[in-house]
Structures are given as C-alpha cells and as structure tokens.
Nanobody, 122 residues
Framework: QLQASGGGLVQAGGSLRLSCAAS????????VGWFRQSPGKEREFVAR????????YYADSVKGRFTISRDNAENTVYLQMNSLKPEDTAVYYC?????????????????WGQGTQVTVSS
C-alpha cells in the first residue's frame, strides 16, 4: 500500500515536500515513481528512484527544481519541489514497481497510491 501526503496550496516560487509511505509488500517496491495529472490532461511522469537511491530520473519539466529521495528504513520516498510554478498544479501520485527498469511509463508501475493535490498560485 502506498500513501501520498504533503500536498497543499503554495505561491509561485515556493516549495513543498511530498511523501510516499509504503507498507505491506515493500520488497516488491524496487522502483518508486511520482506522476501527476491536471484536469483535462494526461497523466505525466515526474520522477523515479530505485531502491538503491542511485539512477534517479526526472522529467525535463521538473529537472533542476524537484528532487526525489528515499529513506528505506522508513519505507518512505520524498519529492522535494522547489521553485514551484502554476503549471505544476496537479494531483500527484506515487507508484511502485518490482521491475527494476521501470522509468517514465505509467504502465510499468502496478502499484499506485491515492493522490495528493498540489496547487500553485500565481
């Protein structure tokens, strides 16, 4: 089970940190990814991180502003979001995969948590 939290309302230029807490079959969560979806738009890949913590990968739209990290002892993955823009407004979802090469395709992630709303005002 994946539980996302940390969303909220922030002004442009501000920061938020999202958390994704995993429970249950955490051994299957070799890769954790963050995706987001805005109304009327398709789901969009944001970032992913393997269990080792190395080999992170970001969407171009967030590179340099967002940082993904994980605390395996706490079974939690974080998404630090800085320099937020109004176009970052979306529901953010965390997901997990046993497939170690899962990258930006949502269909590679069979496990999904509920979303957390991020709203960035201009």
């Amino acid at each position: 089970q994946l539980q996302a939290s940390g969303g909220g309302l922030v002004q442009a230029g501000g920061s938020l940190r999202l958390s994704c807490a995993a429970s249950g079959r955490t051994n299957s969560y070799r890769v954790v990814g963050w995706f987001r979806q805005s109304p009327g738009k398709e789901r969009e890949f944001v970032a992913r991180i393997p269990r080792s913590g190395t080999g992170t990968y970001y969407a171009d739209s967030v590179k340099g502003r967002f940082t993904i990290s994980r605390d395996n002892a706490e079974n939690t993955v974080y998404l630090q979001m800085n320099s937020l823009k109004p176009e970052d407004t979306a529901v953010y979802y965390c997901s997990a995969a046993a497939y170690v090469y899962a990258m930006q395709k949502g269909e590679d992630y069979p496990y999904w948590g509920q979303g957390t709303q991020v709203t960035v005002s201009s």
